[in-house]
């Protein structure tokens, strides 16, 4: 993250980073101390303005996907926007497409989301035309393009909720989310997984690990932040919550 801000600012400045909140102290801590802002899924459009308002040019990371869509979402066009691909000289970037972008987002991804292809979404509209098709924004930028919505999780939960009696919703997002919408609102709407996409490690997240945490962690192996990277974490989240 530092390099490619140090070659992003070398390349002509303006540069806020914007780290999704999901991230480690040291991430959040690089975010702050460049002057940049943390985000969730449901804000980032809102820090994508704070940034825009300040005339500065946005580095996303760690999602490609989120900052694509959010970026376009705000009427940045495809031509300023940038994937900047860590394993490559330079990001894999030119002095050219650096020039002309806008947004730069880290070629990452989460393994849930990048699952849902277009061709999905092309075979519901052929089998079921009158069904609705929402999509998590770290969905691939051709998949959010061809659905007829797209939000984070607190999004699609109220998208759910206020779709009319008797409607299909096709949902791209992880499994358990949409088994559990499937349930609440069943009788009621149509609730089905645009394909089943599990999170092994957020199915580790229950209340029987949580419980074994909080009572046996070994007290030899407490996680401890060191304060000036705590200081310069909280900055990028002090932020956030101030946008």
């Given at each position: 993250?530092?390099?490619?801000?140090?070659?992003?600012?070398?390349?002509?400045?303006?540069?806020?980073?914007?780290?999704?909140?999901?991230?480690?102290?040291?991430?959040?801590?690089?975010?702050?101390?460049?002057?940049?802002?943390?985000?969730?899924?449901?804000?980032?459009?809102?820090?994508?303005?704070?940034?825009?308002?300040?005339?500065?040019?946005?580095?996303?990371?760690?999602?490609?996907?989120?900052?694509?869509?959010?970026?376009?979402?705000?009427?940045?066009?495809?031509?300023?926007?940038?994937?900047?691909?860590?394993?490559?000289?330079?990001?894999?970037?030119?002095?050219?497409?650096?020039?002309?972008?806008?947004?730069?987002?880290?070629?990452?991804?989460?393994?849930?989301?990048?699952?849902?292809?277009?061709?999905?979404?092309?075979?519901?509209?052929?089998?079921?035309?009158?069904?609705?098709?929402?999509?998590?924004?770290?969905?691939?930028?051709?998949?959010?393009?061809?659905?007829?919505?797209?939000?984070?999780?607190?999004?699609?939960?109220?998208?759910?909720?206020?779709?009319?009696?008797?409607?299909?919703?096709?949902?791209?997002?992880?499994?358990?989310?949409?088994?559990?919408?499937?349930?609440?609102?069943?009788?009621?709407?149509?609730?089905?997984?645009?394909?089943?996409?599990?999170?092994?490690?957020?199915?580790?997240?229950?209340?029987?690990?949580?419980?074994?945490?909080?009572?046996?962690?070994?007290?030899?192996?407490?996680?401890?932040?060191?304060?000036?990277?705590?200081?310069?974490?909280?900055?990028?989240?002090?932020r956030m919550l101030a946008v």
């Open positions: 993250m530092e390099r490619a801000l140090r070659q992003l600012h070398a390349a002509g400045g303006g540069w806020l980073p914007v780290v999704y909140v999901n991230s480690t102290a040291e991430v959040k801590a690089c975010c702050g101390r460049w002057g940049g802002s943390t985000c969730t899924s449901s804000n980032a459009a809102r820090v994508f303005e704070w940034a825009f308002r300040q005339s500065k040019r946005v580095l996303f990371l760690p999602d490609e996907h989120l900052g694509v869509n959010t970026a376009h979402d705000l009427g940045v066009p495809d031509a300023e926007i940038a994937v900047y691909d860590g394993r490559q000289p330079d990001g894999g970037l030119t002095a050219e497409t650096l020039g002309r972008a806008r947004v730069v987002a880290w070629k990452g991804f989460c393994i849930v989301h990048v699952a849902f292809t277009p061709e999905q979404v092309q075979e519901v509209r052929r089998l079921m035309p009158e069904a609705r098709i929402i999509v998590h924004p770290e969905s691939p930028r051709e998949v959010v393009r061809l659905s007829d919505a797209h939000g984070s999780t607190a999004q699609i939960i109220q998208y759910v909720a206020a779709a009319p009696n008797g409607a299909t919703i096709m949902v791209g997002t992880e499994l358990n989310l949409v088994q559990r919408l499937a349930g609440q609102h069943a009788g009621r709407v149509t609730v089905k997984a645009l394909r089943p996409s599990v999170c092994a490690n957020m199915a580790k997240t229950n209340e029987a690990n949580l419980l074994d945490v909080l009572e046996n962690w070994p007290a030899d192996r407490a996680i401890r932040v060191p304060a000036a990277v705590a200081a310069e974490a909280r900055a990028s989240l002090e």
